[in-house]
């Protein structure tokens, strides 16, 4: 535990709306920030290879749904069979925002440090945002009232048309009950490249977004 609660009112000292350091340092300083409960235990339910706690002494929960990342929970994430209601101060998700590159179907190194082994094909219009609904209703569940998620959206271009996965992050966070509190831009020091591609129509994406939501019908503490 980093701070005790409940907060002291320190006056207006906002965090910044644009972060160009790494994403472990801006969860921690979201948690700071946005928290109104205790912050611990976070479920990262995305984790990956937990890149976010390298730095970090935080109580995290992991989960994925891959096996290989040895998470203490293996699971889906849209179901959380076995994870209690109302155990987390926060839910922390990174969500693939690619879908599997190349056309030989095999995984790549790329594919699995992106998670991108999931299926966005037509039948989901070009898009992975069909993920979200039945996560959102999970994190609802499982998170504590007044509970934060985090979450980390990349909008992306597929089948030649830009689809804006932080525009139905929000929505569908609203849809689920939350109150969709702030969104950070964070700056990307290695955008993705491919010699592969010839012609640009689309900017190259150098950010991402970071939602915060809170599970309250307000956001003021
Ligand atoms: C972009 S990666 C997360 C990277 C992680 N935040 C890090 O920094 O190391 C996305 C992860 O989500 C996992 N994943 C995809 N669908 C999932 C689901 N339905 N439930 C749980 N995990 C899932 C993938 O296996 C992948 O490890």
């Known amino acids: ?117 999931v299926a966005c094909g037509k039948e989901h219009d070009w898009s992975l945002s069909y993920l979200y609904p039945p996560f959102l209703d999970q994190a609802k569940r499982v998170l504590k009232p007044e509970g934060l998620l985090l979450a980390k959206i990349t909008d992306m271009v597929n089948s030649h048309r830009s689809k804006w996965s932080h525009c139905d992050f929000m929505r569908m966070a609203d849809e689920a009950g939350f109150t969709v509190c702030d969104l950070i831009i964070k700056v990307r020091t290695g955008p993705m490249m491919s010699n592969k591609w010839a012609t640009a129509h689309h900017a190259r994406k150098r950010h991402c977004f970071w939602i915060v939501c809170r599970n309250s019908a307000r956001c003021e503490r």
């Open 1 to 117: 535990m980093l701070f005790d609660y409940p907060q002291v009112d320190q006056g207006y000292q906002p965090i910044s709306s644009v972060w160009e350091g790494s994403d472990g340092e801006l969860i921690e300083t979201m948690l700071r920030f946005y928290s109104s409960i205790s912050p611990e235990p976070i479920l990262d339910a995305t984790y990956n290879r937990g890149r976010f706690w390298k730095e970090s002494s935080r109580e995290v929960v992991s989960m994925d749904i891959d096996p290989k990342f040895e998470p203490m929970i293996v699971g889906d994430n849209r179901v959380m069979e076995g994870v209690p209601d109302a155990a987390f101060g926060t839910v922390i998700y990174d969500p693939p925002h690619v879908g599997p590159q190349g056309r030989d179907k095999s995984t790549k190194k790329f594919d699995e440090d992106f998670g991108a082994t």
